[in-house]
Structure formats: C-alpha cells, structure tokens
C-alpha cells in the first residue's frame, strides 16, 4: 500500500501521471482565471455545483492559500525550484469507471499576515461620527428649493435674548456709578396695542440689557432696550390682559400675572412655560419669595391672598385678608413680612388699605399702617433703606418705615403729580438717591428722595404714564410707557 504523503527524500518515489501537468520555476506568469479553471474542473468531475463550497479531503487547498490569491491579485511570477514545487494527488484515484481527481498544487507553508488588506469596492463605509453627520446634513441644500431666507429658530432667538450688550460690559466690573436725571430720547419701542401696565429691567446685571414689558394686549414682550430696540420675543402664553410681570432672580424666566385667571412662569429663552397655575380669580399682581424663588404669591379680585408652589403648582398658604381685591403686592427685606395694598377703603378711614402679613404663619401683622381713604395701586421697597412708599390716588406718595409696626412718615410726602385713579408705578434708582414716578399727564418726576424736592420734570408721552423704570446698571437711562402702549427710553 502506497503512502498518501511523499517525501523529498524518499528512494522509492513514485513517478507522476503523463496527465498530470507539471509547473517548473522557470513557468512565466500566471495567466488569469487559473484558480477558476481548476476550481471548474474540479467541481465537474465531481457532480457538484460550482457555487456550491467544497469542504473536507477534497477542499481546494488553493482557496486556503491567501499566499497564493495575493500572488494572483499582484500579477506576479511564481517564485521557487522544481524542489520546494511539486504537483501531488491529494486522494488516490478511485476505481472503476470514475474520473480521476484533478491535480493540484502543493504550496509550501508561509507566513500570513495577521491584518487583512483592505479590499477595494467592498461597499465597507468608513465610520462617520455622529456630530460630523448632523453638521454635513445641515448644510445639504435640496436642490429643488434654492437656498432663501432662512427662518429664525428657537436656539438662535435664545442666543440673541441671553448675549452680553457690548455696551454694558464697561460698567459691569466698575464700581456703580450715581443716578443722573435722563435728558434725551433714545430710542421709541412700538408694538403693543394696549396700554403698558408694567416695565421693568431684568435685576441680572448682566442681562440688564433686556426691558420687560406686560400690557392689555394679552402680550408680554423682551425688549433689547439697550443697542437695537427691537422686540426679541413676544410671548402670548395668557388669554386676557397681562396685568403683572417680573423678573425672577435668576434672569431667565419671567412670572405673569392675568386677567384669564392664570399666573405663568416662562422661560425666557424657549418662551415655553415652566409652570402655570390656575388662580380662579384675576390676577391682579405677583410677588416671588427671593429667598425661594419656586415660591411665588399672587393676588386679585378675591378676598384672599395665596402662594403657590411652582413646582407641584399648588397652593401651599392662604393668607384671608376679607376685601375685594389685591392691588400690589411687596416683599420686604428678610422675606419673613410682606405688604398687600387693597381697595378697601370706608366712608372715615382706610384700616386695611396697606396690611402687613407673616409669610410663615399667614398671620397679620398690621392693618393701621395707612389712615387716608387713598387707595395706593404701587409699592416700591427702597434698595438701603428700610423704608418702603406707596403711591397714592391723593396725588402724591408716602413714605412707610420697613420694620414693625410699620409707621407712615408724615413729614416726607412727594407731591406735585397727578394720578387720577390711573394705576401709575413708581420706583427707585440703584442708590436709593432718585424716585421716579409718573402721572396721568404723561410727565415723567424725579425726586430728590432725602429732601423730596423735585429734580426734573420729563414730558415722556402725550397719554398718561404709568410706568418708569431706572436702569442698574447704566447710569441716567430710564424706560417709561404710556396708555397708548408706546415704549420710550431715555438718556
């Protein structure tokens, strides 16, 4: 019995089948589809399909060989002597009638290398990070649609709303400068179809650039009251007139207070409500806790005052006052007492016109702080002092002390404007040195608040004005609005 294997150095080597065709080192280069010949006649003779793989003893040793495709791949010569090269059967050819197996080849052992090359047009896409693919999709044009005006997305109103003024950033890392009496027009804000019941700077100094303003025309609007003048976002989260606005400490969200019996906390730079509360009653002003700005009152056309959670949206204390309706509302310093002002006013006296309450323990403090039959539609708590006015319907505004019991001061009054039952504001300047106030003859007054005599008188609008509001951070810069909802800002 013959041996399957033969050796080089075997004595009794067998001789090779005439059939069989011998490859030499001196055979030239491989002509193309020689694998594929040989696969063919392989798999011929053997009653298989050609598509099909053969596996075991009779496996094509020359698809095994990556030596041998990267050979053909190159075009290159085959390399070696008649020794190292010879042509072997594999299996010993079977009797009868069958056709022979094809010879093949035996290829010496070499070395593989361990990472495959890549193959070229094998539809493999190389990995694209995810930033790359959003950034080139974005820039993609159809080509159906020509490039044309883009419209403004939420992301870059947010950008625009919340960016530093170039001008305030001189007086951000100075010391505060004093007040100064505004002169001249600086710009003209129009786009409120109502009148401007409420302005106000936002209290960060460094989006003090930004003016909100609330009006009857059920819009509240941020204003870059600074450098541009134009209305960066109009918000219209309300269904009635928007009686209340303001700033909250953190200087991107806004709460609202309005006739559609709803206060809203909304973010300034989504303009999505962060959390909205159904009062059951108008409201008439709001109030947030500094301490805890997630607390908030509101008051209106109820006989009580109440604070709500923002973050369940629940009433959390209920502070019964028994009068018709809240005017304002004033947080003084420490948050422990706040002030409500009330229409309620006798025949021989105003016992609860100005009421002082115990935040924690609803309980109140004071009902004899205010003895006149004036109702007082605005309070403002001075920014030093503890002392805190009202402006009155009596024509002037009067100065109460900040700390129990609460007294009027009767010597200091600032008179000389007009209110005529118009729910005119009035506030400070950063230093406490100026009262600004308006009037239903559309003045604008400015007071010396330690000697009450008047600074300057502004003719401002045609139309009665009920709001000033002093700037924090930009020395002499005022913004007033009228009943005829126009914005003006001064210099």
């Given at each position: 019995?013959?041996s399957?294997v033969?050796y080089e150095d075997?004595e009794d080597?067998?001789?090779?089948?005439?059939?069989?065709?011998?490859?030499?080192a001196?055979?030239?280069?491989c002509p193309?589809?020689?694998?594929?010949?040989?696969?063919?006649?392989?798999?011929s003779q053997?009653?298989?399909?050609p598509?099909?793989?053969?596996?075991g003893?009779?496996?094509?040793?020359?698809?095994r060989?990556?030596?041998?495709l990267?050979?053909r791949?190159?075009?290159?010569?085959?390399?070696?002597?008649?020794?190292n090269l010879?042509i072997?059967n594999t299996v010993p050819?079977?009797?009868?009638?069958r056709?022979?197996l094809?010879?093949?080849?035996?290829?010496?052992?070499?070395?593989?290398?361990a990472?495959?090359?890549p193959?070229?047009?094998?539809g493999?896409?190389?990995?694209?990070?995810?930033?790359?693919?959003l950034?080139?999709s974005a820039?993609?044009?159809?080509p159906q649609h020509?490039?044309g005006?883009?419209?403004?997305?939420h992301?870059s109103?947010?950008?625009s709303v919340l960016?530093i003024s170039?001008?305030?950033?001189?007086?951000l890392n100075?010391k505060?400068?004093?007040?100064?009496i505004?002169?001249?027009?600086?710009?003209?804000l129009?786009g409120h179809?109502?009148?401007v019941?409420?302005?106000q700077?936002c209290?960060v100094?460094h989006f003090?650039h930004?003016?909100?303003s609330?009006s009857?025309d059920k819009t509240?609007?941020?204003?870059?009251?600074v450098?541009?003048?134009?209305?960066l976002r109009v918000?219209?989260?309300?269904?009635?007139?928007?009686r209340?606005?303001?700033w909250?400490?953190?200087?991107?969200?806004?709460?609202?207070?309005s006739?559609?019996?709803?206060?809203?906390?909304t973010?300034v730079?989504t303009?999505q409500?962060?959390?909205?509360?159904?009062?059951?009653?108008?409201?008439m002003?709001?109030a947030?806790l500094?301490s805890?700005?997630e607390v908030f009152?509101?008051?209106g056309h109820?006989?009580?005052v109440k604070?709500?959670?923002?973050?369940?949206?629940k009433?959390v204390?209920v502070?019964?006052?028994?009068?018709?309706?809240t005017?304002?509302?004033?947080?003084l310093r420490?948050d422990?007492d706040?002030i409500?002002s009330s229409?309620?006013?006798?025949?021989?006296?105003?016992d609860r016109?100005l009421m002082?309450w115990d935040?924690?323990t609803?309980a109140r403090v004071?009902?004899?702080?205010f003895h006149?039959?004036y109702t007082?539609?605005s309070?403002?708590l001075h920014?030093?002092e503890e002392?805190?006015v009202?402006?009155?319907?009596?024509?002037?505004v009067?100065?109460?002390a900040a700390?129990?019991?609460?007294r009027m001061?009767?010597?200091?009054?600032f008179?000389?404007?007009?209110?005529?039952?118009?729910?005119v504001q009035?506030?400070?300047s950063?230093?406490?040195?100026?009262?600004?106030?308006g009037s239903?003859?559309?003045c604008a007054?400015?007071?010396?608040?330690?000697?009450?005599g008047?600074l300057?008188t502004?003719?401002?609008?045609?139309q009665?004005c009920?709001?000033?509001?002093?700037?924090?951070v930009l020395?002499?810069t005022v913004a007033?609005g009228d009943?005829?909802?126009?914005?003006k800002?001064w210099?």
């Open positions: 019995m013959s399957l033969d075997s080597e067998r001789e090779e089948p005439e059939s069989a065709p011998v490859t030499t001196s055979s030239k280069q193309e589809g020689t694998v594929s010949n040989y696969f063919q006649l392989f798999t053997r009653g298989l399909s598509d099909r793989t053969v596996s003893p009779h496996e094509d040793p020359l698809r060989s990556s030596h041998f990267s050979q791949r190159s075009g290159c010569e085959t390399k070696g002597t008649a020794e010879h072997r050819v079977p009797e009868g009638n056709a022979p094809p010879t093949v080849f035996a290829v010496p052992r070499v070395s593989i290398p990472k495959r090359l193959r070229s047009g094998s493999v896409k190389p990995y694209i990070p995810k930033r790359k693919r950034a080139t820039e993609v044009v159809c020509p490039a005006p883009t419209v403004e997305s992301t109103k947010s950008q960016e170039d001008r305030l950033k001189p007086y100075e505060p400068r004093p007040a100064g505004p002169r001249r027009l600086m710009m003209r129009e179809q109502g009148s019941n409420k302005l700077w209290t100094p003090s930004l003016l909100l609330a009857m509240f609007k941020v204003w870059d009251a450098e541009s003048g134009r209305s918000y219209t989260c309300h269904k009635g007139a928007v209340d606005a303001c909250m400490p953190c200087g991107r969200r806004v709460l609202t207070g006739f559609d019996s709803t206060a809203v906390i973010d730079e303009g409500p962060a959390a909205k509360v159904d009062t059951e009653f108008r409201v002003c709001v947030v500094p805890q700005p009152l509101c008051g109820d006989p009580a604070a709500w959670d923002s973050r369940c949206c009433v204390k502070y019964k006052a028994g009068i018709q309706q005017l304002d509302l004033l947080f420490g422990s706040f409500t229409d309620s006013v006798s025949r021989d006296s105003a016109t002082a935040f924690q609803t004071s009902n004899q702080i006149e039959r007082c539609p309070l403002a920014p030093l002392s805190f009202a402006q009155t319907n009596g024509n002037y009067a100065v109460f700390q129990r019991p609460y001061n009767k010597r200091r009054r008179d000389g404007h007009k209110v005529e039952g118009y729910a009035c506030g400070f950063p230093d406490g040195t100026i009262l600004a106030s239903s003859s559309g007054h400015f007071y010396d608040y330690h000697t009450t008047v300057y502004l003719q401002a609008h045609s009665p009920l709001s000033v509001s002093q700037h924090a020395p002499a007033t009943w005829a909802g126009e914005i800002v210099n």
